[in-house]
């Protein structure tokens, strides 16, 4: 089983940013996807949560408006899209997969927000 995540980098505050994970060695098509991010000093937080099938979307806390989470099921693929970037969006982040019975997780990608 493999999640890996990219797309992290140095961005300048009001920037954008598509994170990527791609899932290999379980049925993607049939697992919920989440988006987390953990801050430096901080617990890690849920960004952002789709269905299997693409069809319910849940967002944390103040996640709503910037952040945009989607999946390809065709290409075992979840995406990020995360705009007006503030440097408290400094964190790394974290993909998760989750069937209810098993459970897996990303190394994470790095996010840094600065001028």
């Known amino acids: 089983v493999q999640l890996v995540e990219s797309g992290g980098g140095l961005v300048q505050p009001g920037g954008s940013l598509r994170l990527s994970c791609a899932a290999s060695?379980?049925?993607?098509?049939?697992?919920?996807m989440s988006w987390y991010r953990q801050a430096p000093g901080k617990e890690r937080e849920l960004v952002a949560r789709i269905s299997s099938g693409g069809g319910f979307v849940k967002y944390g806390d103040s996640m709503k408006d910037r952040f945009t989470i989607s999946r390809d099921n065709a290409k075992n693929t979840v995406y990020l899209q995360i705009n007006s970037l503030k440097p408290e969006d400094t964190a790394v982040y974290y993909c998760?997969?989750?069937?209810?019975?098993?459970?897996?997780w990303g190394q994470g990608t790095q996010v840094t927000v600065s001028s």
């Open positions: 060695g379980f049925p993607f098509s049939t697992y919920a």
């Open positions: 998760r997969a989750n069937s209810g019975k098993y459970e897996y």
